[in-house]
């Protein structure tokens, strides 16, 4: 109660007082069956991609609210339980990895924390499969082919999974898919097939 009075809760949306998500903005996060494809690859996700999902993802990575990270979480718990319906159980998850100064930044590796907890629940294995062996640019304010121009052969297969091994990838968020693919084809070098991925959020049209 005192906690409250000192820290008020405000919506992870719009910021008002009173709830960590108000009825309004929980009109536009809401859990969906989202399908989209990224070339070959189908992209399973939750949550359309919006003003009020980008403050949630934002509170989460670079606030740690806690109560955003769940509603990302089971997100992708979603995700990944109609990927393993499509997939079988077998697959691995592989994180997308976050570049080294975003972790130190953060305090904590954000992608693979929610996976790792988004997998608990659903029973895969979550392998930290990649890295990144060069700096990149935000990609916030990038279109999609700049976007691919400055993720090309940016990740390396870490040799983490044994060859032939069947995997999916993980992510919080899917815009244009340049990140998915340039995760495949590094990933391809070890042969190491990618069945789908799964996402927390997608944005509609992929951009």
Known sequence: MLNDLIFPKRCLGCSRLGEWMCALC???WKYENLV???GGLRVYSSVLYSPIASRVLLAAKEDAICIADELIVVAL?????????????GAILVPIPSQRHAIRVRGRNFTDDIVQRAARHQGNQVRQALTHHRRVKDQSALDASSR???LREALTFTGNISSSREVILADD??????TLLEAVRALS???????????ACVAQPLR
């Not at 718990?77 to 159980?89: E, M, N, P, T």
């Not at 968020?173 to 340049?178: E, K």
């Not at 070098?189 to 996402?199: D, E, H, K, M, R």
């Open 77 to 89: 718990q979603l995700s990944i339980a109609r990927a393993r319906k499509d997939f079988g159980l």
């Open 173 to 178: 968020l899917v815009t244009t898919g340049s």
């Open 36 to 38: 989209t494809h990224v």
């Open 26 to 28: 929980l009109r536009t």
């Open 189 to 199: 070098v070890g042969n190491i097939a990618v069945l789908a991925a799964v996402t």
């Open 148 to 150: 691919r121009v400055n």
